[in-house]
């Protein structure tokens, strides 16, 4: 039912690769929608997300939601989390990294429409959440909640 | 209540059924819809459901809802059953697999409406989940959220 | 605050009754509403729902949710749980269950507005959930989720 | 920030009451809003709700949730919780119980928009919820679900 | 991805603060919305407030969550922690306290939108939430739901 | 399977009882254990507990459950269920109400062993939890935890 | 790895079976344990159980989980369902169902050792929990929590 | 069934009482334990706790959870409140904290057992738990576990 | 602080691997135990296994978790998974997959004390779940539950 | 009631500290237990552990949770979250990385007793958790279960 074609050209795929040192080396690769017609949204749940404090130099960790409906292309995976894994080593603040990641995988995908929600630890016992997406979303199609729970402290 | 001679053709229901080595060789049969005149939705939840990857030849795990509004039209459900089992051999893409088991179930029954999540195991740390509808929901009919837990990672 | 003499006529409440031994033996009651004037939300919760499979005769489980706004009449309670319990040796099938119930309770009751949630027990490892309601919902009229927790297999 | 002096004519606040024997002797006591130009919600969630059923004399016992937007008013939180207390030697059924509760609030406090859900403890295997609210809620206000359990039976 | 200038004449992040007894001698800062053009929300949970009952002088305490879109400024975090501290010896109302946080909130930032949902902790038994926002939400921006669980009593 | 005669000479069970006005004049009831040589614990979960603080008189709630290993008597159900609720009117200390429970029971009993533990509502924000059992369990005998949440305060 | 033969002489399983009329009828079946030396626990957990109560007729609803330690001989999985399925229309008491059930099992099977747990629906109220094992268990034999969520009420 | 003598001579039950500034200024107050042939076990559960970081003045927060089996002395409740209430301006450590007001209660009541449980809000994204109990539990008294969750950072 | 040459015969890890047709074919691979004087335990999850049932020939669903505390070996993960793949396709009954999986492990690592949870999908609406250790664990060595939620049906 | 000037050689504490490169450059640091004669429990519950797989160099992710019964010495707390920093960028196997911090501890803290928990996120679907302890745990101290949710896959 798929088109293995659209794989043919991916360099990451299968392939050991190196980390990038920072989200800018990194490089997000794309396939072709093997349904362009049709309005399906994709999930993507990244619980192993972590930067640096451009403060403090110290590791920040956040949980991290991508929603987006393709129109002509889709995200390779692997070069997805390879893009997620670039942020180790590089320091930013919480929005502008839930925000960047957003709209980097707009630049590349020029999705249909695309969310990200950020829900990032907490530091000085208050977390900070992110939420943005690219504008209202197309009539029909299926968006479900994120429902990530909140940050309920003790007890 | 019930009209059980909408049951009388079935060729799977109540006698043993080999599974059949692909999709396309899975005979997905329908009913009439005993109710024709009420839009009522029907939610199937499949927590069982293994396909493989067509790459590595890995096996691939999902839970999958399916909710559709019938028109004239059931499907039966040992058959829809036997269907989704003929995955356990064949491999696909995620977004190929869940948008695809939508199609042959709207080829089928040409329902008044229908949606999927398709909600995979994660790999390389990511689980991806699909979701696609046929369009915007008829007025007027009940469709509750799926309310599948997103993936936590651990802690 | 309420009017008591409504249930002045009614033939089961207070007295032991028999189990009728099929749905339509049973003598669902109405009475009148009290607040004929306001638009209120009543919800009954039946966890306690069994029937049997009109293929095999082996009993069949579901949790039942109903939820109806008044017109004139109420369902009184205890002929309810007598209806409900007139299933236990009755074969039907889920949808056909599901929405007959409901569709009693509007005959007798005329409300303006009801919906039935149908959650049965999985039968081949996939169970089925049957949503109706008599369509759009009045305006103004505060009806919450029934937010019944789907079906998640094991682990 | 806030006009303490709207308190100084209450006449149960910080003084010891007799609860009252029914609804009907309880003095519900309002003070002015705050901030009367500000459209916000209240709600009072109330789990030690107690009544009698006024068939058989016996306890019934209900978990109650009141939301609210004021107008000029706001209910005094002792002179509530003291007519609540007033139900606990008081027969009536749970739907006149609950919408008399809300009725009695919008009496005193003509506020924008009110709702109430009572959550009922089951009788019979069968739990009853009744919901009503006032009427379309007025735009631009952030009206957070209830999200109160449903009854699951047991396992 | 970032502009780091606009935390330069911050005059309380990365030093130490004192205290201040009252909100009104907190000094809440802004800094600039590294994203102007981007309608994003960011949510602040806060489960850690607690301030004393003007009449008792008693400890109160509450989980807040405070959610808003940027329009020319953020709120710097470490401000908005000493501000909420502020509250810590001040005396006020629960339904003042947190509507007074989120006017403060919008005087400093004249955001494009912000709410804010208190949820105290019970006294005598019945807790008060209090919910406000200043107007409807604007169209196209996403805005989750806070889903902090409500008061369940005991059991 | 079970030995009805031994309710033959019950006073309450299948009557309507009239409310004792406190503890003292409930009269509890026991019928012969039917499997005297066999050692099995009997647990009843009691949601529905109030009783009135014995200083202020206003009502406090609790969650109850007992848990017993029979001798030669059960406790019969409905007369444990009045004599519940003829604390609905008596002042005591959660403590004593506590305790007092079980002991009523070990008096008309003589059970093996029997324990009891009281979940009472906050009062002050603090809520008191009460455990007694009457010794060290028998051995071999099963005796699953309770496992009553315990109390979260909010968020 | 296993025996199949074991299943040669069933006369259930595979075939399609009435329901006997009362447990006294249904025909429990055995067979050999293929692993006999070796101390393993199986447990069977029955959400859909259901009998009629002896005094009322009305039906009673359970949660049953029942583990053991086989010597010689398994029961057989179908003749198990099949004889749950008949105390649908049988009466007897709670504690009687509970531990009746567990007494025909070690009757059939003569097992190192068993127990039963029995969550019943509330009555009245307050659900009763029966509780019973065959002795103390056997050492060296890992034996996990049943772990089945105590009655909340509501709220 | 208590003896409300034995409240006869407290010194802050039902009157107004000004918060001590500091542990060592809290008046905690003892009364007879009601029943004291009967080992049983109390829980305060105090999800209201909040001190001073003794380096930085920051404000801490913690659930606190003290379980005791008294000897001849209870603690009266409310200067039970009012001591944790002298921690609120007050700097310690965490394992100060929480031994502390153990030993401040042992030193007072002279209890047969007595344990607490410190579940601090988390500091650097780190928690820190203190358990601390006199020694090993009397035989035969019944100690359920605290049971309150775990830290779980986000997702 | 690990021994990374203990990794190097292996056949499996970082290659491709074919999965094998049934158990017997499949090669379970051992390293060496880093730390071999240390009484530490591994837990593995896995909720991704299927198997065949070998009369009907219809997959099987469970979820498994094993336990073990190493003496000179460890299990190679990858070898895991492929050993728990090669069931795919292969057909045998609950209790003999379970059991199976465990003594395979036995008989490769010698470990000090091993144990498996299988936790399997409902048949018949009645999940069986097998547990099994290789007798009494070593004292001093930490062990928690494995706390997989129990089957609950609907509702 | 503590002693802070044990706090005074710490060289971490209060000041900014790079993070080190591997877990033998960073100094974990100790301070004089200011209960030496009192045996309790610490739990540090650390959310944000990561560090690099040795084979692919790929981050790996853990929820570690440690318990101690300290003798002379309390670990510094900020010490601890550098030295758990400090796997960032360092390769080591779970099992090793998991004993391996605990064996630092124990070195530096010779504590009466010292457990940790490493909840490692899946890798191949099946997530690994290690668990030790330093040997049988003293009597008469209280350990509370870690009760860190299983991994469930999804649904
Ligand atoms: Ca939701
Ligand atoms: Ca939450
Ligand atoms: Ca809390
Ligand atoms: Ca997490
Ligand atoms: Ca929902
Ligand atoms: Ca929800
Ligand atoms: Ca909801
Ligand atoms: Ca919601
Ligand atoms: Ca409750
Ligand atoms: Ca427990
Ligand atoms: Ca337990
Ligand atoms: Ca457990
Ligand atoms: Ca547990
Ligand atoms: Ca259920
Ligand atoms: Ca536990
Ligand atoms: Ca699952």
Same sequence: chains 1, 2, 3, 4, 5, 6, 7, 8, 9, 10.
């Avoid at 403090?56 to 129109?71: K, L, M, R």
């Avoid at 929005?95 to 957003?102: D, F, K, L, S, W």
């Avoid at 990032?120 to 009539?139: C, H, L, M, N, S």
Wanted: charged content about 20%; aromatic content about 10%; proline content about 9%.
């Amino acid at each position: 039912m798929s088109d293995q074609t659209i794989y043919a050209n991916l360099q990451q795929l299968g392939s050991s690769t190196e980390t990038p040192t920072n989200p800018d080396e990194a490089k997000l690769e794309a396939v072709k929608n093997p349904h362009p017609g049709t309005d399906y949204l994709v999930r993507f749940t990244c619980p192993e997300f972590t930067s640096l404090c451009p403060v403090t130099g110290q590791p920040d960790f956040a949980h991290i939601v991508i929603d987006y409906i393709p129109e002509d292309l889709l995200v390779e995976s692997k070069s997805l989390k390879v893009f997620l894994t670039s942020f180790r080593n590089h320091g930013d603040f919480h929005e502008a990294c839930t925000v960047g990641i957003a709209k980097r995988l707009v630049d590349l995908l020029k999705p249909k429409w695309l969310r990200i929600g950020g829900y990032w630890y907490p530091r000085g016992g208050i977390p900070i959440d992110v939420f943005w997406q690219t504008g209202e979303a197309p009539k029909g199609v299926w968006i479900p909640d994120q429902d990530v729970p909140g940050y309920r402290g003790r007890g």
